[in-house]
């Protein structure tokens, strides 16, 4: 199973916290995470599944790069069109916090027929808000298992 954490790669201390938090989670679940592989949220959740002994995957907008929490990279040069990438790559979406390109994410997210959860992040439509990390996880999971996408 593989759960996508998306967000702000310029993101502040308590979305940082929020994300790490997730990838911790994630890791314990034995799912592995999927990300933009670059700093803010995407760093902070990497770094909270590697610290749990997790996999994490980012895929890059470039050609070089990536957090140092990256157990698999894959660099596209694709730019923003990556995030279509991070969203198929899952069978489960959580979103913390985030600006326009997570918004694109989300788009995607919700075209595609998976779920996508938030934590502080766009209020729209078909995302799901959750009180905490714990909350977000475990119903990511819990879908993605059920309802695992080929």
Do not use: F
Request: glycine content about 16%; proline content about 5%; charged content about 15%.
């Amino acid at each position: 199973m593989q759960i996508a954490v998306i967000g702000n790669g310029q993101a502040g201390p308590e979305e940082c916290a929020t994300a790490n938090a997730v990838g911790r989670l994630i890791a314990e679940s034995g799912a592995v995470l999927v990300c933009g592989g670059l700093g803010g949220v995407m760093e902070a959740a990497c770094r909270g599944a590697k610290e749990a002994g997790g996999t994490t995957a980012g895929i890059l907008p470039g050609t070089d790069g990536g957090n140092p929490y990256l157990d698999i990279t894959i660099r596209t040069d694709l730019g923003h069109a990556r995030n279509v990438l991070v969203v198929l790559s899952a069978d489960a979406v959580i979103a913390v916090g985030g600006k326009y390109g997570t918004l694109s994410e989300i788009a995607v997210t919700l075209k595609t027929g998976r779920p996508v959860y938030g934590l502080g992040s766009w209020e729209i439509e078909g995302v799901i808000p959750c009180p905490s990390p714990e909350d977000a996880v475990t119903r990511a999971v819990h879908d993605a298992a059920r309802s695992r996408i080929p």
